[in-house]
């Protein structure tokens, strides 16, 4: 059973900066992606970004490209989310997540995704 807490939202003003972290506690064996998404009330899961386990290969959103950056730390178990140029609409819940992913292609697609966080808000306002 993994486990995936994420931490660092809060409000921030527009063109402000936010990190995100993720600690993911327990057994990876069964993933090879960590990802965050976002979601809004009334809108559709988002994939914001991935990464591969080994952190070979990153995929963004066209909305964030640019501006965030995913990265972790395999020492502390943690990855991360740095997310500068913030924009109103970035406002969502964070959520990250591990899975396994057959086809790079399909990274940024909640499906492969089996274990979840509870998310952390991140509210832009200007």
């Known amino acids: 059973q993994l486990r995936l807490v994420e931490s660092g939202g809060g409000s921030v003003l527009v063109g402000g900066s936010l990190t995100l972290s993720c600690v993911v506690s327990g057994s990876t064996s069964d993933t090879n992606y960590l990802a965050w998404f976002r979601q809004s009330p009334g809108k559709p899961r988002e994939a914001v970004a991935t990464i591969s386990m080994g952190g070979g290969r990153k995929n963004y959103a066209d909305s964030v490209k640019g501006r965030f950056t995913i990265s972790r730390d395999n020492a502390k178990n943690t990855m991360y989310l740095r997310m500068n140029s913030l924009k109103s609409e970035d406002s969502a819940m964070y959520l990250c997540?591990?899975?396994?992913?057959?086809?790079?292609?399909?990274?940024?697609?909640?499906?492969?995704?089996?274990?979840w966080g509870q998310g952390t808000q991140v509210t832009v306002s200007s």
């Open positions: 997540a591990a899975g396994a992913v057959v086809r790079d292609e399909w990274a940024l697609q909640p499906g492969p995704y089996k274990y």
